[in-house]
C-alpha cells in the first residue's frame, strides 16, 4: 500500500508542462504551448471602431484575418514608454485565430509541479481572474495564463461589469 502511494508522488512529480514564455514590461508570463500556433511581428493592422480597449485591431496572418490584441491592455497596464518592436503569438480560441501582442518572447520552459503554486491572493485582481497558478524560479515569477479567459473579451464580459 505504502509503494503505491510513494509510486503515484514520484508520478504527480515528475509530470512536467511546457510554457512559451512571453513579457509584457518585466512581467513574465507563461502561455501553454498546446495553445500557441504561431509566433510573429504583426504588421498591417487595422484598427476595428467600438471594439473594446483591449482590441489593437485586425490583421492578416497567412490569408486569415485574425484579431489582434494587446496583453498589456488586457491585464489594465498602462501604455508602454517607447513603442519598440512588439511581438505576437497566435492563439486559437472557438475555431477563430488571435494574435496577442507582446512586448517580447522568450523560450519555452518545461515546468514540474514542483516549482507550481496556486495563484497567490495578493495578485492583481485584474490578473487574478486571468492566471491558472505561478511557478517560482530562481527569483522570479512565472504566471501562467488561462488562455480562455484571455480572450473571454466583449459583450459577455461587458455585461458582468455592467452588473
Known sequence: MMQ???SNA???AGTTSDFVTVFVGDTMFGLAINRVHDVFIPAGVTPVPLSPPEIVGLLNLRGRVVTALCLRRRLGLPPAEGEGSKMAIGLEQGGETFALVVDGVGEVLKLGADTHEAVPINLDSRW???AL???RLDG??????DVDSLLAF?????GANAA
Open 140 to 145: 522570479r515569477l512565472l504566471v501562467i495564463l
Open 128 to 130: 487574478r481572474e486571468l
Open 4 to 6: 503505491a502511494a510513494n
Open 154 to 158: 466583449g459583450a459577455g464580459r461587458l
Open 10 to 12: 514520484t508520478a504527480e
Open 133 to 135: 497558478g505561478v511557478h
